[in-house]
């Protein structure tokens, strides 16, 4: 009796007893930046932190046009940010899309860090054809009008019709062709083994403290284990200066279909099933 009441107030009152979960701190590292997207359920990501994307951009043969609704893109009220992509009754798609307000520049000599902890949702996967989620950085660059991809990209997360196999991946110089052989980019995958519902921790780290750009690098991990590791080498200095000596804005989206997915189909589900939801996105520089 006792330990049923208590169960019963345990599940009345979750907000009470979920505790954000923190971004953990790394010897030599300082956070710089972080949102941990605590708030009242159903509310819209900070406007301080995130700019909200909307409208059909028209890239990459997408079909999601992007809103602002909180049925889109919304705080749980648990101390995280889902992103839902919906499929209207004449088959269209909305999604949701933010960006970050601020940029950072990985700093010379040192070592810069962006990390996100997130999930995708539990659709199977012959519900998630075309969906794709991503965690990337784009070059400010774009944003005043440099090209794709030599503004730099730098997809820290990218997974596609829900299968558990992320892509982490550079793209820069031109398109296509190029030193980052676009559309691919220079990337890696790893398998993390699970369709959904555990969270990972994946983050990019610019390692830029070697005098010698060829030996500087940009590392990518899921949960502290480097997939994929790209070095100045790989590339030619100049290009490399791009995705080392640029600013970059941090992208939070769902998209669905287009030239990496490949298109939604009729057994494409949007809601809970098809999510990303994030419980913090953090950057840290060493001093
Ligand atoms: C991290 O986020 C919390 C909550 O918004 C804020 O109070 C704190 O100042 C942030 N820390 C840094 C280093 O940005």
């Not at 075309?130 to 440099?146: D, E, K, M, Q």
């Not at 791009?242 to 998209?255: D, E, P, S, Y």
Request: glycine letters at 12%; one cysteine or more; proline letters at 5%.
């Amino acid at each position: 009796m006792y330990t049923k009441s208590i169960i019963a107030a345990a599940a009345i009152l979750p907000g009470l007893l979920v505790s954000a979960t923190q971004p953990p701190s790394y010897p030599g590292f300082t956070m710089i930046w972080n949102d941990t997207f605590a708030g009242a359920a159903n509310t819209p990501p900070s406007d301080k932190n995130w700019k909200t994307i909307t409208g059909y951009l028209n890239q990459n043969s997408e079909s999601e046009v992007y809103s602002s609704s909180t049925k889109n893109l919304f705080l749980t009220g648990s101390n995280s940010l889902q992103i839902v992509p919906l499929k209207d009754s004449a088959g269209g798609w909305t999604s949701g899309r933010i960006e970050s307000v601020g940029s950072w520049l990985p700093t010379a000599g040192q070592k810069t860090r962006i990390e996100g902890r997130i999930r995708q949702g539990d659709g199977s996967t012959a519900t998630k054809q075309g969906i794709w989620p991503a965690f990337w950085l784009l070059g400010t660059a774009y944003r005043a009008g440099t090209k794709w991809p030599e503004c730099g990209e730098l997809d820290i997360l990218e997974l596609r019709n829900g299968v558990p196999t992320a892509f982490g991946t550079a793209h820069c110089g031109t398109y296509p062709g190029g030193p980052c052989n676009e559309p691919n980019g220079k990337g890696s995958t790893i398998n993390f083994g699970e369709t959904s519902l555990a969270f990972h921790t994946w983050t990019i780290t610019w390692d830029l403290t070697n005098k010698d750009w060829s030996s500087q690098s940009i590392q990518w991990t899921i949960d502290h284990t480097v997939f994929f590791t790209l070095t100045g080498a790989q590339l030619d200095q100049t290009t490399w200066r791009t995705l080392t000596a640029n600013t970059f804005n941090i992208i939070l989206n769902v998209a669905v279909g287009g030239d990496f997915p490949g298109a939604a189909n009729s057994a494409t589900q949007g809601g809970t099933g098809s999510l990303m939801e994030v419980q913090y996105v953090a950057v840290y520089m060493t001093k």
